[in-house]
Every structure is written in C-alpha cells, then in structure tokens.
C-alpha cells in the first residue's frame, strides 16, 4: 500500500477539517498511531489533488475569515475507492486497520513515490 491508498481510505471513513497542515498532519498521526511523514504525506495529497480525486485541501469557507485545511473525495476518488473496497470484499475500516498494522503509511523508509 501506499501514502495515496491512505489518504483515500481515511477520506473515505473519517472527516478531517483542520486549521492547518500542521493541525491535518497531526490527526492523520492519531488515526495513523505513528508520526506521519510530512514530505510523503504532502507528495501524496499533490498527485490526488492532479488526477481530481481529492478536492483541494486549501481553501476558504464561504463566509470564513481564514483558510483550512480538509481532506474530501471527488467522486473520482469516491468510485476508486469503492471499486477497490468491493474488489478486496473489505469494508473501508478492515483496510485502513491492515494499512495501519503493517506500519504503512507512517513508516520513515515508506518513500513518497512507492507504489
């Protein structure tokens, strides 16, 4: 698996609105149970966000008086993920759990191009 399976994963079944990076880097690490990569993670959301299958994460709220950061599906990455979840006859959390127990994404030699 890869840091782009993640983000998706973790799009698909938690919300994720934070004030920052900084703020969006730290829940991925509490979801994650390990520190995140910060070079990886951000690699990750710039190759989703190019082939549409994350809305930008930067962005302004209507009627907001700063920016946040969130990390939601495009229906791109809404299909993807779903397709995926019915080829592997798992549910979204059984994955992320897998993920999460093989050590990846969080681990410091998981490059940020692997795949």
Excluded: Y
């Amino acid at each position: 698996m890869d840091w782009e399976v993640f983000l998706l994963l973790v799009a698909f079944r938690h919300t994720v609105r934070e004030s920052g990076i900084g703020e969006a880097l730290e829940r991925f690490e509490q979801i994650a149970g390990r520190p995140v990569d910060e070079e990886a993670f951000r690699a990750a959301v710039a190759r989703l966000v190019a082939r549409d299958a994350i809305a930008d994460p930067v962005r302004i709220p209507t009627g907001a008086l700063q920016c946040c950061w969130a990390l939601e599906l495009t229906p791109v990455g809404f299909k993807e993920v779903s397709e995926q979840l019915r080829q592997r006859k798992l549910n979204a959390d059984q994955w992320l759990q897998s993920l999460v127990q093989a050590g990846k994404p969080g681990s410091s030699t998981e490059s940020a191009g692997s795949r």
